[in-house]
């Protein structure tokens, strides 16, 4: 097989597996309990929760496990509203942020929010100054995404995070960094981001687990799960003691040679883009700059086509998010790309662990699909 589908979820390298296993196994004690295995796990999870904290330069104290990315986002959006409930019910969003963000903000919009959702230009990417044009009295709360998973743009938290300091203003600043964490610099503290989500499963991890970074001017956050109280009372639900270890072991094989690993994904990368492009008839979409994450559209060709017939050969990529399986996607719609380039529009998404050899099995693929096929009219 060759996978290049790592932005919608990554293999599970055999550390992590192993990891998890002896924690399943032989160290299967509650962290709650008050016995040495249930302490000793405590301990564990402790641990696990420094690494990866480490990894994203904040106090272990400020960083919160979930289930997934999903729930991290939910949490963070009710967690600001919440805390800003008497100063108003305006939200700031983009257009492009994933279905985690977009469809609580669909069902708040029906309890009386109001949501600003920020069109990006035709590079994909989306300015702190649309933001300050966006912001009210009334903004409670403004989420924007590290790097978007469709495009691989950056959008510039740290600039968003000092615009809202400048202007004085009140509304916590959320980010998704489902995307973004171990791929681009990720500094929810010095950047003064409030609310910052990750999730396992992007980064080698399991799937199952993501946590919540919650930053000093978050006040006692609201709980997503009130319940017995683990979390510090934050986020109630016996700790998934396999899979938090499994991300700190995935986030700490990340972490060696981290530059390296970067550098290669970046590499790789532009090689399949230079060798897309000489293709002819093959387009960009977007200026994505992580080093992760590169869309192009056969300008004509559907790429759900595109995506069953390599899946067929076992090359894995994607037509867009794995999340809209299949619907026209929104992001794509918001690039406002003309029918053809937007019906053409794949994602491939690099790991650490891809080769330039499966880059060439992948453009020699693309292009035989294009030599087979009719373009739409
Ligand atoms: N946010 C972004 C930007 C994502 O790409 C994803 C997953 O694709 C999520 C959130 C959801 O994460 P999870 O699958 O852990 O719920």
Redesign the pocket.
């Known amino acids: 097989m060759v996978y290049f589908d790592n ?2 979820t990554t293999p599970l390298p055999k550390a992590v597996a192993d990891a998890m296993y002896e924690v399943l196994t032989a160290h299967f004690g509650n962290p709650s309990s008050q016995y040495p295995i249930g302490v000793e796990m405590k301990k564990a999870v402790e641990g696990w929760r420094a690494v990866i904290a480490g990894a994203l330069g904040c106090p272990a104290e400020r960083l919160y496990f979930t289930s ?3 729930e991290s ?1 939910n949490w963070a959006i009710q967690a600001a509203l919440w805390q800003n409930r008497h100063r108003g019910r305006h939200i700031i969003t983009t257009a492009v942020e ?1 279905s ?1 963000v977009l469809e609580p903000c669909k069902l708040l919009a029906q309890q009386g929010y109001e949501v600003t959702y920020l069109k990006p230009g035709q590079d994909g990417n989306v300015t702190a100054e649309q933001v300050a044009d966006a912001l009210r009295e009334d903004t409670a709360l403004v989420s924007v ?1 590290l790097v978007n ?1 469709e495009t691989g743009c950056v959008f510039p938290a740290a600039d968003i995070a000092a615009l809202l300091r400048k202007k004085g203003s009140p509304a916590l600043l959320h980010c ?1 960094a ?2 973004g964490f171990l791929k681009v610099p990720c500094d929810p503290e010095g950047w003064g981001v409030d609310l910052m ?1 990750l ?1 396992g ?2 980064v080698g991890g399991p799937k199952g687990v ?1 946590a919540l970074y919650i930053g000093p001017r978050v006040r006692n956050p609201r709980p997503l799960l009130p319940g017995g109280g683990q979390e510090r009372g934050a986020r109630s639900g016996t700790e998934a003691t396999a899979q938090i270890a499994g991300f700190a072991k995935a986030v700490e094989l990340r972490l060696a040679d981290y530059d390296a690993k970067l550098a290669h994904m970046a590499g790789l990368k532009a090689y399949c883009r230079e060798k897309l492009l000489a293709m002819g008839g093959v387009v960009p979409v977007g200026e994505g700059t992580a080093p992760h994450i590169l869309a192009v559209s056969l300008v004509g060709y559907p790429s759900a086509n595109i995506v069953t017939d390599l899946g067929a050969q076992g090359i894995c990529i994607s037509a867009g ?3 809209h399986q299949g619907k026209a996607s929104h992001v794509v719609s918001a690039l406002g790309l003309d029918k053809k380039t937007a019906a053409g529009v794949i994602r491939i998404s690099f790991s650490p662990d891809n080769t330039r050899e499966d880059v060439d099995v992948l453009c020699q693929a693309l292009l035989a699909h294009r030599d087979s096929r009719f373009p739409m009219l």
């Open positions: 932005a919608a997934c990315g999903t986002d994933h985690a995404m998973n998704d489902v995307q989500s999730s499963h992007k993501g998010s794995a999340c």
